[in-house]
């Protein structure tokens, strides 16, 4: 039955409840302090009532001289009414009852066991249970003025009323307390199971549970990472993809973000509080591809929630495919370049020019091996060799002159780079030069590889047009170009992560109609 019963109302049963308890266990206190308070008035009132008869002059002297008969039943029965009291009895030091509320005792000895103390003089009040019933008793002395002795003993007597004759007495304070707490109580509770019920969303706890079961099954089968925190950074998700992605195999459920994830780049993600769809950021060596939405409750941040993708393998695909695709414009241009030296030699060779044709093939030769030599010996690197041959003849059939430092060399990357990131950095670089050298009248390139034993620099310097200094300023943000077309600004915003990622600085120079100066800096750990 409680299983199925609405959570509203088991909170209102429940609070009715603790309600009516409580109100039982206050009226059972209050009914007991009302007896109690009764008792203590009813005690003194029958003192007041003894003391009153055992000063009557009529009394004290028959008391003292027994022998004469004086009545004294009027006297006390008239005190008696006018005191309210259920009975008053007199008696001598023999204990010879002289006034009682039954007429057969009087004359005979009080059986009283409470009696003793009050004929050695003693006043006092005493609970005894009689034949009108459980009574409490007042004992007076009566003494004897003149030779001050005691002469008998003054007992005023009230039958304690039922405990439901007090209650029937209070009854109406009792139902006004038990209505109004009932209907408060009730009322209450109602107010409090619909707010709690509307703080869970309408929703019954074997519902929460049953949703909470399924998020996680969900999170935890998902193949993208997810983390979420709270607004005091702590983690609330944390699934079991995101674990394998950053290397962690404990439990970090309601840790600090900071504390539970050893990289403070993904920590300073989650906290930022604006939307960000598909940014890429470097862990380590992995590239991860990320979202991050604010949690939002009654238009309030909660909370961040973190979705995130490894791009490692797609990362290095795609430099890998650059690179494949500079020697597949490396292999165009010198088909171009090679067709046209050979209509060049055709047409000697129809001049009957022999000997101009084999010098102009030894020139030829000399230019392509020197080259080639120079770049092997200097850069140590078959992907870097390939891709400056390539760029150096696409400057040649564009008309750009492609100059490489003879100083250059390069034989070991900075940490946490390799080739594939050298192939995207030097083909953005140059692709970038050459856009920005096509419409100049001199148009030269100039690229300059120096190495250290603590660092690795790359020049790109070019005469071209120039950037303004807002420019500058924006030049490696995501989708920024000033070229047309779609697709554009992409490849400088990879540039930038490729350089944090391996730790190095760029420097920009760039003045209008002069052209602009990159300078890249990697530090170098020792081998």
Request: glycine letters at 6%; a negative charge; charged letters at 25%.
């Amino acid at each position: 039955m409680l299983r199925g019963m609405p959570i509203k109302w088991k909170i209102t049963f429940l609070s009715f409840g603790i309600v009516l308890f409580s109100l039982m266990m206050g009226e059972i206190m209050f009914v007991g302090n009302s007896l109690r308070l009764y008792n203590d008035e009813l005690g003194q009132r029958l003192l007041v009532t003894a003391r009153t008869v055992a000063q009557v002059p009529t009394i004290i002297e028959q008391l003292s001289q027994p022998q004469k008969t004086i009545s004294i039943n009027n006297i006390v029965e008239r005190i008696r009414v006018i005191n309210n009291v259920d009975y008053i009895a007199v008696m001598d030091m023999n204990r010879k009852i002289y006034t009682s509320p039954l007429a057969q005792d009087i004359g005979t000895q009080s059986q009283g066991t409470d009696e003793a103390p009050a004929f050695v003089e003693h006043t006092y009040i005493s609970k005894a249970k009689g034949d009108l019933g459980i009574s409490l008793r007042a004992f007076v002395p009566v003494m004897n003025r003149d030779n001050n002795t005691q002469v008998g003993v003054v007992l005023v007597g009230d039958v304690l009323p039922s405990v439901w004759t007090v209650v029937w007495g209070i009854r109406n304070q009792v139902f006004i307390t038990l209505f109004l707490s009932l209907f408060f109580g009730v009322w209450g509770s109602w107010l409090v199971a619909r707010h709690i019920k509307k703080q869970m969303l309408e929703l019954e706890p074997h519902e929460i549970s049953r949703m909470l079961l399924e998020r996680t099954a969900t999170f935890h089968a998902m193949h993208e990472g997810i983390i979420s925190i709270d607004n005091a950074d702590k983690i609330t998700i944390f699934n079991d993809k995101a674990k394998r992605m950053l290397k962690i195999d404990q439990d970090v459920i309601g840790k600090p973000i900071r504390a539970a994830v050893p990289d403070e780049q993904l920590a300073d993600i989650l906290q930022r509080n604006h939307v960000l769809v598909n940014e890429e950021v470097r862990i380590g060596t992995d590239v991860l591809l990320y979202t991050r939405v604010p949690i939002m409750l009654n238009e309030q941040i909660v909370g961040a929630i973190l979705i995130f993708q490894d791009r490692t393998e797609v990362t290095k695909l795609a430099e890998e495919l650059t690179g494949v695709r500079a020697f597949v414009d490396a292999l165009r241009v010198q088909n171009h370049e090679f067709m046209n030296k050979l209509h060049t030699i055709g047409g000697l060779i129809q001049l009957d020019h022999k000997e101009k044709v084999l010098e102009y093939v030894f020139q030829i030769t000399e230019q392509k091996e020197e080259l080639t030599r120079f770049l092997n010996s200097k850069i140590h690197n078959d992907q870097l060799v390939g891709l400056l041959l390539a760029k150096i003849n696409r400057g040649r059939e564009l008309g750009i002159d492609v100059v490489v430092d003879r100083n250059s060399k390069i034989d070991r990357f900075p940490e946490g780079l390799d080739q594939h990131d050298f192939v995207a950095l030097l083909g953005n670089f140059l692709e970038n030069a050459f856009e920005a050298v096509k419409y100049e009248a001199e148009k030269e390139i100039f690229l300059s590889i120096d190495q250290t034993a603590h660092a690795l620099s790359i020049l790109v310097e070019d005469t071209g047009c120039g950037m303004r200094e807002d420019e500058q300023a924006q030049m490696f943000e995501k989708g920024f170009t000033t070229k047309d077309g779609v697709a554009r600004g992409y490849g400088l915003y990879l540039v930038k992560s490729i350089v944090d990622k391996g730790r190095g600085q760029i420097e920009v120079h760039s003045e209008l109609g002069r052209g602009t100066t990159l300078v890249l800096t990697f530090p170098l750990t020792s081998p």
